[in-house]
């Protein structure tokens, strides 16, 4: 037998182990979905007559919500917005006689447009008051991307406007600190900008070059962790004196205070003033809620500063306490006498027993479990700051 005989069998026999590694490769990254179900084009989708983007904030306006770009999508809500152009159900702003009204200011979270307008918060929140008795309406008064500026702002219009009995003001702790301060938003866009901005926006596969066979999600999936690896690299050449995002600096902890975090803090503590004396002056109580992000419920602490380590030269530089932005909040409001409701930690105990995720997990938000868990905590703390009792 010659030599190209003896090899025949061998170059077969390792044809056919690519074929079937390929083969095995292409199925499991279709099974794990790689290519499908991101989120592509424009952030509202299937809106309604061709509005444009400011379509979010548009009284009326009607869209269907799938998220952001490049996440993957877990949901397709229809949103109707009401005159008030807010995430909400229909309100006179005259309030009705005998009538109690909860006026809800924040961010995202409590415009939820993740989910069925009666799946969230203020929806669950009223329900709940109103089969214990008390003739409430809950008025949502929140939009995408506010901060403790827009929050004081919008208690100073519309608690003129909407005469509530009790207002109750949310804060984020993944970004509000950077959105009071004018030098955190200034890195932010620096970071967004940068290769750090890339490695956050995961690149769609279907918009990659393709390097073997465009249709194959096996090549879609090596497409992007070697378009992810380049831009590692550009990002660990990136000169720049903070090279962790900046909302992680409100849970960092050095020798020296980071300006930005301060600025931040500083101007939290103001608006938060500003908005006591507003209320004051209405003898209106305010509640302040901090809700949850899904990063720390995601991970235990130890597992959080190994990420950040892993992930973040930088990291080393600082010490790192997770509960930092609920204790400094408290700090803020305790002085001031506002009542203040934890729900990170809550959540945090709540999925220890019951082992439900309350964030979706490409998206962030709350899903409709973590809407649910918000309505049950705040409830009774609502009903003690309410200044009337249902009766007998």
Not at 83 to 111: N, Q, T, Y
Not at 120 to 140: I, M, S, T
Not at 299 to 321: F, G, H, M, N, T
Request: glycine share 6%; with cysteine; hydrophobic share 45%.
């Amino acid at each position: 037998m010659t030599t190209r005989s003896r090899l025949r069998p061998w170059i077969a026999a390792s044809l056919l182990s690519v074929c079937v590694a390929l083969a095995g490769g292409e199925v499991a990254a279709r099974w794990l979905g790689s290519e499908q179900g991101y989120v592509t084009g424009a952030i509202v989708a299937r809106a309604m007559h061709g509005q444009a983007l400011d379509v979010l904030f548009r009284p009326h306006a009607r869209f269907v919500w799938v998220g952001h770009q490049g996440r993957k999508q877990e949901f397709a809500v229809f949103v109707r917005n009401n005159a008030l152009g807010f995430h909400d159900e229909e309100h006179a702003l005259p309030k009705a006689p005998g009538r109690m009204r909860i006026l809800v200011i924040g961010d995202s979270f409590v415009e939820a447009l993740q989910v069925p307008l009666q799946a969230g918060l203020p929806r669950l929140l009223a329900d709940r008051l109103r089969r214990r008795g008390f003739p409430v309406e809950v008025v949502v008064v929140a939009r995408s991307g506010w901060g403790p500026i827009e929050y004081a702002a919008a208690v100073e219009e519309w608690a003129e406007k909407l005469d509530p009995d009790l207002v109750v003001c949310c804060f984020y702790p993944g970004n509000d600190v950077r959105n009071a301060s004018a030098e955190a938003e200034r890195l932010f866009a620096k970071q967004v900008a940068s290769p750090l901005g890339e490695l956050w926006n995961r690149p769609e596969s279907s918009a990659l070059p393709g390097l073997l066979v465009p249709w194959s999600r096996l090549n879609a999936l090596v497409s992007r962790l070697a378009l992810l690896h380049q831009i590692r690299g550009g990002y660990s050449a990136w000169r720049f004196p903070y090279k962790i995002p900046v909302d992680f600096y409100v849970f960092a902890q050095g020798k020296d205070a980071i300006p930005f975090v301060e600025e931040g803090w500083n101007r939290l503590r103001v608006e938060v003033g500003r908005m006591a004396m507003t209320l004051a002056r209405r003898r209106c109580p305010l509640l302040a809620v901090s809700t949850s992000d899904d990063f720390r419920l995601a991970r235990e602490p130890k597992e959080l500063v190994r990420a950040l380590s892993r992930d973040y030269d930088e990291a080393a530089r600082w010490e790192w306490d997770f509960t930092l932005f609920e204790k400094r909040l408290a700090s803020v409001l305790s002085p001031l006498g506002i009542p203040y409701v934890d729900l990170q930690d809550r959540f945090a105990a709540r999925m220890r027993v019951s082992s439900q995720l309350c964030h979706f997990l490409a998206d962030g938000h709350w899903n409709e479990t973590g809407h649910a868990w918000a309505a049950e905590a705040l409830a009774p703390e609502v009903e003690r700051l309410l200044p009337k009792r249902p009766g007998p």
